[in-house]
């Protein structure tokens, strides 16, 4: 069955995209842009180091000699360089010979030449993976490699204490890592009033001339942190060029369900937040869009969430070309990522696309959001099944394949990014490189990632498989039917036991009250939230809208029934509270439940979640937040 949608393809006609979008696949880093901090962080993510990246994380377990400590663990380090060198073996080989047994680099002739631990001279098995290096030939300070459109730089100094026992002096792997990012104004932060607002475009506009700083303080020390400088190189023929030492620069607005109070028409309603987003991220790229390096075409990328079919993404891109006409700028400066996280979107995906053809440089599947949903507009089709058994169904496999074939086969290939989503636990990197190489074999070529950390190990996976290679090869096939992408993920004769609802109950209400009490409290959008079994997990308002929904659903089916749900949050809250006790911020829950606006919040998302629009949580979050911070006038 064709369910009435279209089959037609559209190929996308967009121009001036740069090439970190167009041509070269890589990881994606999201992080909310009213952190400075991690803002500069994030636009510095464009390098990172390997061995740093190695040694913090549990790729290299932390058992036996390998532990970690106060002190360099010198076992551990070996490791490192182990694992590193084998990397650097399987995807920039040299003929012959292994990094382990190299003792010299040098640049001869043009040529990048290797001697090995018994004198003879050796090159690159792919002489073209040479890119070029910094210093002199005859002792270079880096050598700068290429695979799949990736560089890495080999850092050589025989002082270094690490360099100084490699065995060619070897400090350090420097992995281009986040090619780009996306500053979120969306569901990674807390913005509800003026004052919010102000403070967030703030730091994007400081982005864009590079006047952004923040006094970071470190192990008793204060310092500036900055954005980055451009790298000088030379090729191989000696001729003098730069890379690029920051990420391009993407922001994520709002999607259109808010309205502000930042800005009110003649008869004293709200504006459209969407539209004020826009704007404002449009006024601060006119006023440095002479100063700024960000984008060599002067384009600008604007990340557009949550919108339900083609007749929203059409009205995103009249906002954008009004905007456009307003500020006297090109006609389609603006481009626009479609976050293919609604099902309505998902469904009419090559429509939605169709509506934004000279503007779309992104489709992405955010499966968090797309959960939410799933679960809000099937309410009354029946009882979902468990939360931690939602991944694996086949309507979420569906989706993620029926992204890429759409992306594919309407032109995406070489112009634009079919993206995949986030890696919600920052602390498991292991299960990360497991698991997320799964997104460049779906053809995807770019993935979110939570940190700069995971940023350079997800790079990894861009050496091994040639994604470009791969979308020519998947062009045209058809992989899903739209039978499996609207298989609900119900349950017709749940036989669950008391304790297994239980268990649920308390997961999605622990995660609840997790991150509500620090976005109502604190105002931060996104934090790594202790789960049931003390795992941090990446909260966000997506995660936040499925765990709502969810209990939600099973209210409304007699699964659960208030009473339960209500005991539930009140014995959470205390555990909550103790999960954080250690934070002088914190404000504890449990002492006074009716008091606590957190508390109340949190209950509300359950209680009224079946009434929400699309399972939103913003309307109830904004209130309690406002709430708060009017308390503390």
């Known amino acids: 069955m064709n369910y009435g949608i279209s089959n037609q393809v559209g190929k996308i006609k967009t121009t001036n995209i740069d090439e970190e979008i167009s041509s070269i696949p890589g990881p994606q880093l999201v992080v909310p842009l009213t952190n400075k901090r991690y803002a500069i962080n994030a636009a510095n993510s464009r390098w990172g180091s390997l061995y740093d990246a190695l040694y913090g994380t549990d790729i290299i377990p932390y058992k036996g000699k390998f532990k970690t400590g106060e002190y360099y663990n010198e076992s551990r380090g070996k490791e490192v360089i182990k694992f590193a060198k084998t990397h650097l073996d399987m995807f920039f080989p040299i003929d012959n010979c292994s990094y382990k047994d190299v003792t010299k680099i040098q640049i001869i002739d043009n040529e990048l030449i290797f001697h090995d631990k018994n004198y003879n001279l050796k090159k690159m ?15 270079p300070e880096e050598i700068i490699l290429k695979k799949n459109g990736l560089r890495i730089r080999l ?22 890592s986040a090619l780009s990012v996306i500053m979120d104004c969306e569901d990674s932060i807390v913005s509800v009033d003026t004052d919010d607002k102000i403070a967030t475009f703030r730091n994007w506009m400081g982005l864009l001339d590079k006047t952004i700083k923040t006094e970071v303080n470190k192990d008793n020390i204060s310092f500036v942190r900055e954005l980055s400088e451009d790298i000088p190189y030379k090729n191989p023929n000696g001729e003098t060029h730069s890379m690029r030492g920051l990420s391009l620069l993407l922001i994520r607005n709002v999607g259109h369900l808010m309205t502000s ?3 009110i028409d003649h008869n004293k309603n709200e504006i459209g937040e969407g539209i004020i987003d826009t704007l404002l991220t449009a006024l601060c790229f006119l006023k440095t869009i002479d100063n700024s390096k960000n984008s060599k075409f ?11 079919g083609p007749e929203e993404v059409k ?12 500020l006297k700028l090109p006609e389609n400066t603006i481009k626009i990522g479609i976050m293919d996280e609604e099902r309505r979107t998902t469904l009419n995906l090559k429509e939605c696309i169709r509506a934004a053809k000279n503007r779309v440089f992104f489709i992405n599947t955010g499966f968090l959001d797309r959960t939410g949903d799933e679960i809000h507009t099937s309410m009354d089709a029946g009882t979902m099944i468990k939360k931690t058994e939602m991944k694996n169904v086949n309507w979420i496999q569906a989706y993620e394949r029926w992204n890429v074939e759409i992306g594919l086969k309407c032109g995406f290939s070489g112009l634009a990014q079919i993206g995949k989503g986030m890696w919600a636990m920052p602390d498991m990197m292991s299960k990360m490189m497991e698991e997320k190489i799964s997104h460049c074999q779906s053809g995807a070529n770019t993935a979110w990632v939570p940190s700069p950390t995971a940023a350079t190990l997800h790079a990894l996976h861009y050496h091994k498989v040639d994604i470009m290679s791969l979308q020519k090869q998947n062009t045209g096939k058809k992989n899903v039917s739209i039978d499996d992408l609207i298989d609900i993920p119900i349950i017709d004769n749940p036989n669950w036991t008391e304790d297994e609802i239980k268990n649920e109950l308390e997961n999605n209400i622990q995660g609840i009250l997790g991150y509500v009490v620090k976005w109502v409290n604190n105002g931060i959008g996104c934090s790594k939230v202790l789960d049931i079994d003390n795992i941090g997990l990446m909260e966000d308002r997506a995660t936040l809208r499925i765990s709502s929904q969810h209990i939600a659903n099973w209210l409304h089916h007699g699964i659960c029934n208030k009473s339960q749900v209500l005991n ?31 508390f109340q919040t949190a209950v509300n998302l359950v209680l009224l979640g079946k009434e929400q629009p699309s399972g939103y949580t913003e309307p109830i979050l904004h209130k309690g937040r406002l709430e708060f911070k009017n308390s503390l006038k």
């Open 261 to 263: 109070s930042s800005i």
């Open 315 to 326: 009205f995103s891109v009249d906002t954008f070309s009004i905007i456009e006409k307003l």
């Open 298 to 308: 002067k384009s600008l990328y604007i990340v557009k969430p949550k919108m339900h």
């Open 125 to 139: 098995r792919n002489p073209n993976q040479f890119f070029g290096y910094i210093g002199i030939e005859s002792d």
């Open 568 to 598: 539930t949050f009140k014995k959470m809250s205390a555990v909550v509270d103790k999960q954080n006790a250690d934070d002088p911020d914190y404000i504890p829950m449990s002492k006074d439940l009716d008091e606590s606006i957190a």
């Open 155 to 176: 850092q050589i100094d025989n002082k270094h204490p690490i360099g100084k026992i490699d065995s060619f002096h070897l400090k350090d792997i420097i992995i281009e």
